[in-house]
């Protein structure tokens, strides 16, 4: 049994000119399953899942795709899948992915061959991705710490003026006000860095 999988996660996306790609490479009767939802969101796609429960009984021989990424967006989840497809004889194909017919092309047991070492480097590539994801999940903690390192000046001078215009002196300014350092260490403003601050509100409203 041959499938054409067609997924769109949006409502731009037209179903119709997938089906017609995927046509090109349909040889004998074919199944058409179509899903709307995101391939991140697998356990949201009950088709999908209903595919792989035949290609695990064997129902299905072929399944074919507009492109790899129609199947799974992540590297890791497609590498699973294509080894999932390998052992239950299932050939993946994708009108993107024109090349990997080849490999169905490759005399036993090159072919084999050929498809695990595709299949490693898809495993290679899903980790370098996972390195180059956690790099920038961690540049982006850091930059965001130094961000909050310190309150912005214009917040703190606007928390003076509020406490100024209640009344409250310098002095019990100087106990409420206060920013976070680099260390992330809690510090309170300084008598000087309130008595500038209002002397400047000062002059800014004669």
Avoid at 22 to 33: D, I, Q
């Amino acid at each position: 049994m041959q499938v054409i999988y067609l997924r769109t996660s949006t409502e731009l996306q037209d179903p119709q000119n997938q089906l017609r790609d995927c046509l090109t490479l349909v040889n004998g009767e074919y199944e058409v399953v179509e899903e709307k939802q995101s391939a991140f969101k697998d356990k949201d796609r009950p088709k999908f899942e209903g595919i792989k429960t035949k290609i695990k009984k064997r129902i299905i021989s072929d399944i074919y795709c507009w492109d790899w990424d129609r199947l799974f967006r992540n590297r890791k989840r497609l590498k699973e899948f294509f080894e999932f497809c390998k052992i239950y004889n299932c050939n993946i194909h994708s009108f993107r992915q024109k090349f990997y017919e080849d490999f169905y092309n490759i005399p036993e047991p090159f072919n084999y061959i050929i498809q695990d070492l595709f299949i490693n480097l898809l495993g290679w590539m899903a980790e370098d991705e996972s390195i180059k994801k956690s790099e920038r999940v961690k540049l982006a903690y850091k930059n965001r710490k130094q961000k909050w390192g310190r309150k912005p000046l214009e917040n703190v001078e606007e928390s003076i003026i509020k406490l100024h215009d209640k009344g409250l002196s310098i002095r019990e300014i100087t106990q409420q006000v206060y920013y976070w350092n680099k260390s992330r260490n809690k510090k309170f403003v300084s008598v000087g860095a309130v008595h500038k601050v209002i002397n400047n509100y000062r002059g800014s409203k004669s």
